[in-house]
Nanobody, 127 residues
């Protein structure tokens, strides 16, 4: 059974930083494309960033470019999301997800491409 456990969320002031972690157990992490999504109250879940099993990364331009960095440590079965210059509009529950089916480039931002999901971690940015 594949499990994803997120950590690192919390309350931070605008302009601050947080690093989210997601550790995967029960699967073959090194072959998963790993993504981060987020969902704010009353809004749909949206794509934030993904890192492919080979290391290629993709970010949602509007929300993450220039401020967020996704990385992975295959030795620790962990993916990270470093978030800098946080804004109140970044407030959301952040979910990590694992894709085991090698989705195409055009499908990396689609939540349905990811088979396994974590329980989410709350990030709250105060103004």
């Amino acid at each position: 059974q594949v499990q994803l456990i997120e950590s690192g969320g919390g309350l931070v002031q605008a302009g601050g930083s947080l690093r989210l972690s997601c550790t995967v157990s029960g699967g073959t992490f090194r072959y998963y494309d790993m993504g981060w999504f987020r969902q704010a109250p009353g809004k749909e879940r949206e794509f934030v960033a993904t890192i492919r099993w080979g290391g290629d990364v993709r970010y949602d331009v509007d929300s993450a470019k220039g401020r967020f960095t996704i990385s992975r440590d295959n030795a620790k079965n962990t993916v990270y999301l470093q978030m800098n210059s946080l804004k109140p509009e970044d407030t959301a529950v952040y979910y990590c997800a694992a894709a085991s089916g090698f989705p195409s480039e055009s499908q990396l931002g689609v939540s349905g491409s990811y088979r396994y999901w974590g329980q989410g971690t709350q990030v709250t940015v105060s103004s």
